[in-house]
């Protein structure tokens, strides 16, 4: 089957923590975004990348980093430096930057 | 600057009414893509549909229609005869050469239909 995996579902954090989430899709697909959703909001983007070994910064990147070293691959660390990082965190991926993405199912991080 | 606009933050109707999702776009680009989006309880969102900004046909697919209007900066979604599984956050977005064909989400409706 064809899609996006993101694991794991559900993460807690010790503040001071660096996470990484992990973002995997099967679809060939050359671009892959990272989104945040915080409760009843809509989704903010924190990077994308459009080929192997680049990536840009969205418009929430500031204490988030990436790696694209796979086209099947694009994962995300949420470092210490991120002061709020409690959210719901959205993988896509597309064919190209203005075709459809589609999502994987999310990872819900909650810092203790 | 590109925005999205979902006034309505949450719509209840009753089952096997219809129901209309508002959506309002701004940008400055001539060609542009909108898209609406699925998000049920479980989180993952779901594509329905995009468009180009030089299509204005009105599409229907099954029980949902979406009708796209450029002199209102409009791109509505319609669910006819809803039903209990339609309940979930609706999300419009617009993506365009302004930003990057970065995708640009509304906030969101919730809708919830009642059996």
């Known amino acids: 089957d064809g899609g996006i995996t993101q694991s794991p579902k559900y993460l807690f954090r010790k503040e001071g923590q660096n996470v990484t989430l992990s973002c995997e899709q099967n679809?060939?697909?050359?671009?892959m975004y990272w989104y945040r959703q915080d409760p009843g909001q809509g989704l903010r983007l924190i990077y994308y990348s459009q080929i192997v070994n680049d990536f840009q910064k969205g418009d929430i990147a500031e204490g988030y980093s990436v790696s694209r070293e796979k086209k099947e691959s694009f994962p995300l660390t949420v470092t210490s430096a991120q002061k709020n990082p409690t959210a719901f965190y959205l993988c896509a991926s597309s064919r190209l930057a203005y075709n459809e993405q589609f999502f994987g199912p999310g990872t819900r991080l909650t810092v203790l | 600057a590109q925005k999205v606009t979902q006034a309505q933050t949450e719509i209840s109707v009753v089952e096997k009414e219809d129901v209309t999702l508002d959506c309002v776009y701004e940008t400055r680009d001539t060609t542009y893509y909108l898209f609406w989006y699925k998000q049920p309880p479980s989180g993952e969102l779901v594509f329905l549909i995009r468009?180009?900004?030089?299509?204005?046909q009105n599409e229907i697919s099954g029980r949902y229609s979406w009708n796209f209007q450029k002199s209102t900066s409009s791109f509505n979604f319609t669910i006819t005869a809803s039903q209990v599984v339609d309940s979930a956050v609706y999300f419009c977005a617009l993506s365009g050469m302004d930003s990057s064909y970065k995708l640009i989400f509304g906030s969101g409706t919730r809708l919830l239909v009642r059996p």
């Open positions: 468009r180009n900004s030089f299509d204005e």
């Open positions: 679809l060939n697909h050359d671009a």
